[in-house]
């Protein structure tokens, strides 16, 4: 059954059991709603609850390990004999999937039944003219064990999802039947429904912190393994990055670390003063009228998608700062540079950093600006004196924003800063960054079992473990300020 319409079906089951949990529980108060502990929404809704929580919460559990435990059963049916030179486990599955699909195609479409489907094997001409019309295009010449692995995989597929459904719809309405049976003038429905949704509440609360967790956790899983199959040492003091997806690769992390620093360093140092000065100047000088117009078309910078900066800075600013800058003072002759990316990549952080300073600043209380002009401060001084010192943690948070979006960005880079690894001064000179790279590394049909792909999972862990320390640096900076300043 589609999944779909199995979600459709317990969403009825529990509409039905709403309305069943009302005309039960007023039933109960002999028509009387004044007799009920709680309003008679509550009855319902209880109901509700029991009956779709349960079985939604089982459907996405199931949907989740279905896959891992068929794919684990019937990847033990594939020999390493089956497996193509140069090929992989993974392509094999790949061509598991795609065949069971292409099978199914042809039962649905009439062309094979299920007896005649049993007995076809490998190299039958059949065999070809179905998967040719389903339109199957296998990565390897089709072996038996792989053909039987299809039909395995079909089978319990199927068989999965007929358990699937008779399970959800079996809890569904077992919850039902349990919660409207205890449904009676006495129950306290708005105690159980309140404390469900507090429940709930916490439970989406975990989601980020249980994401956060899951995201190191592969990290650090796929880092071990890397470093496991290339020295630590290599990684962390060589200056050389030269991946050799045939052996004899060179990954140190110094170069990319460099570079993104570099490009990120660029970016803020335009980025900063002048989206700072602008949200002081919305936020202090400017009258409600321009306000209205102004701040809406700066942040409009942050909606400009990422690949138009790169474009932009490809096109135009590229080959300008090349002209006009680079080979006149002879530091340069290509237009892919460290200070083409950076300063595209600063006016794209231009608006993260002018809104959100621009709320902060406005969110001082305006007794702090009454009380220093009432002793004769002019309005310069008290930006400088009174209102940047208290939005001082506002501002940090902003630039911190910033930084990790310039450290994150990789679009820009790619199509400005070029994708050259290598430690250098020279703004004008092609660098690339560790985002960049770990998407070169990941590019194409590879597979994790080499150091030169499982690095982009170190390189990872690295620019994690970056931010957070900027994060912490950051934090101990505020709190120190405001120790200060109160």
Request: net charge neutral; aromatic share 8%; hydrophobic share 55%.
């Amino acid at each position: 059954m589609n999944i779909a319409v199995l979600v459709l079906i317990v969403l009825a089951i529990s509409a039905t059991g709403y309305v069943l949990g009302r005309h039960r529980a007023l039933s109960g108060a002999q028509g009387d709603r004044r007799n009920l502990h709680s309003l008679i929404g509550y009855y319902g809704q209880t109901v509700f609850l029991f009956a779709s929580v349960p079985a939604l919460l089982l459907l996405a559990v199931w949907l989740f390990l279905q896959p891992l435990m068929i794919e684990a059963r019937v990847g033990a049916m594939i020999q390493p004999s089956d497996i193509p030179e140069g090929g992989s486990a993974t392509l094999v599955m790949s061509d598991v999937r795609r065949l069971a699909e292409g099978l199914d195609n042809a039962i649905a479409s009439g062309a094979v039944t299920e007896e005649a489907l049993a007995g076809l094997q490998a190299g039958d001409a059949e065999l070809g003219s179905l998967l040719s019309d389903a339109g199957v295009a296998l990565g390897a010449e089709l072996r038996p064990n792989v053909l039987e692995a299809a039909k395995a995989y079909r089978s319990d597929s199927h068989g999965a999802r007929l358990a699937l459904t008779a399970a959800v719809i079996a809890v569904s309405l077992v919850g039902a039947l349990l919660s409207l049976r205890r449904v009676s003038p006495e129950y306290r429905a708005r105690n159980v429904f309140e404390r469900f949704v507090l429940a709930a509440l916490i439970a989406s609360s975990l989601v980020a912190v249980l994401t956060t967790a899951g995201i190191i956790a592969s990290l650090l899983f796929e880092s071990i393994h890397f470093f496991q199959l290339y020295p630590a040492k290599d990684f962390f003091l060589s200056l050389t990055w030269n991946p050799q997806f045939r052996g004899g690769s060179d990954l140190g992390i110094w170069p990319l670390l460099w570079g993104t620093l570099y490009v990120s360093f660029v970016a803020l140092i335009f980025a900063v003063p002048v989206g700072l000065l602008i949200a002081i100047y919305l936020s202090e000088y400017a009258s409600k009228r321009l306000r209205t117009f102004a701040k809406p078309a700066i942040e409009i910078l942050a909606g400009i998608p990422t690949i138009v900066y790169g474009l932009f800075a490809l096109i135009t600013v590229g080959p300008l700062l090349r002209d006009y800058f680079a080979q006149p003072l002879g530091l340069g002759t290509s237009s892919a540079s460290v200070m083409t990316a950076g300063l595209v990549m600063g006016i794209m952080l231009i608006p993260f950093v002018s809104s959100l300073s621009d709320d902060i600043i406005n969110a001082v209380p305006q007794s702090l600006r009454d009380g220093s002009y009432a002793i004769g401060a002019t309005q310069s001084e008290t930006v400088r004196q009174v209102i940047l010192p208290a939005a001082l943690p506002g501002i940090v948070g902003a630039i911190l924003l910033a930084a990790s979006r310039a450290i994150g960005e990789t679009m820009i880079v790619v199509m400005g800063a070029g994708a050259a690894a290598k430690l250098d001064l020279n703004p004008f000179q092609a660098m690339t960054t560790i985002t960049v790279k770990i998407v070169s590394q990941l590019t194409g049909d590879t597979e994790f079992a080499s150091p030169e792909t499982l690095v982009a999972f170190a390189l990872g862990m690295m620019l994690f473990l970056f931010t957070l320390v900027l994060n912490v640096l950051a934090l101990v900076v505020v709190r120190k300020y405001r120790e200060q300043y109160e």
